[in-house]
């Protein structure tokens, strides 16, 4: 085998090879690609050790895109199942995640064309800005100290939370969930669902101004909150 | 800073949630944070809104995956 003047190296999904893109594509073993002194730093990391860090993430991700638990542990599993295929594509020592999630997206548009083709035709010109905080204010609810929304939140607890986020529209849920479950930041999200930035940030602002009323909705509509009293109720 | 280059509530507000982001140029942050530290009304929506998004994170991240989804999977790439 002739080596190259400069190794580019791409990791095989079925185990220690790669592939030396700056040889015609030829497959060398790992002891090869290590050996090569020119060689960029290989990664220690097989397909199964990638994905088994962001399986729970991407179990997370999939509900909130699916709302039910069969249908996410079938999208992650045709995930995965893509993704370990096309793993020559994946770029060694670039964002794992963010790329897994992209194919995840896709494939759940794969089975739910109309989350892509229709958007919602939901009003804005009725959100408020800062709901949570007037409404708090106006029911005697805490609005000052170093977490004041903590309390409210708590209350409410995960179910209710994720209740409201899953009412939220297809692609304002799509861009939230990744906001609030994974800690993408915007750039990130525009890779993951292929939008650009600008639109990532104008979902996101609505998305938290419709996710800030629906907390308020749940809060009153399971009797947490006494609106004619004010405070809790319990 | 220069009394003329700073925000007005408004222009601070205008910037919130990208500043609570962290999405804004190094010199729009220290102009928002400046603002916030002579602004009272403005520090309070602002730790209110931050409380808000740290909150509902806290709750939505706790979500695990089922146990046995991994094992599967995996003996399904096995197959492959």
């Keep these: 085998m002739t080596c190259s003047a400069t190794a580019v190296l791409t990791y095989h999904p079925g185990g220690p090879y790669f592939r030396d893109m700056a040889d015609q594509g030829v497959w060398i073993s790992q002891e090869v690609a290590y050996s090569r002194e020119d060689a960029s730093p290989a990664p220690a990391t097989s397909f199964e050790d990638l994905f088994g860090a962001v399986v729970g993430p991407a179990y997370g991700y999939a509900l909130r895109l699916t709302r039910n638990r069969p249908d996410a542990e079938d999208l992650v599993q045709e995930t995965a199942l893509l993704a370990f295929r096309g793993f020559g594509s994946f770029i060694p020592g670039s964002n794992f995640k963010a790329w897994f999630f992209s194919i995840l997206v896709r494939a759940f548009y794969g089975r739910h064309r109309q989350a892509q083709r229709r958007p919602s035709t939901v009003s804005f010109d009725d959100l408020p800005d800062l709901h949570l905080y007037s409404q708090s204010a106006t029911a005697g609810l805490p609005t000052t100290g170093p977490d004041p929304a903590a309390e409210l939140i708590d209350k409410l607890g995960t179910e209710r939370v994720v209740q409201a986020l899953d009412a939220l529209p297809a692609e304002y849920r799509m861009v939230s969930a990744l906001y609030f479950i994974q800690d993408f930041s915007y750039q990130e999200i525009a890779e993951v669902l292929a939008i650009p930035v600008g639109t990532v940030r104008s979902r996101l602002h609505r998305g938290r101004k419709m996710l800030q009323r629906a907390l308020w909705e749940v809060a009153t509509d399971c009797g947490l909150i006494s609106e004619t009293e004010g405070a809790w109720t319990r | ?80």
């Design chain 2, 1 to 80: 800073m220069d009394p003329v280059s700073r925000f007005t509530c408004e222009e601070a507000f205008r910037r919130l949630d990208d500043y609570l982001d962290r999405e804004l140029s190094p010199e729009e942050m220290a102009m928002v944070r400046e603002h916030l530290e002579t602004c009272v009304a403005c520090t309070r929506e602002f730790t209110f809104e931050a409380s808000v998004l740290t909150s509902v994170r806290h709750k939505v991240q706790r979500i695990d995956a089922p146990p046995g989804l991994l094992e599967r999977i995996k003996r399904e790439l096995g197959r492959q």
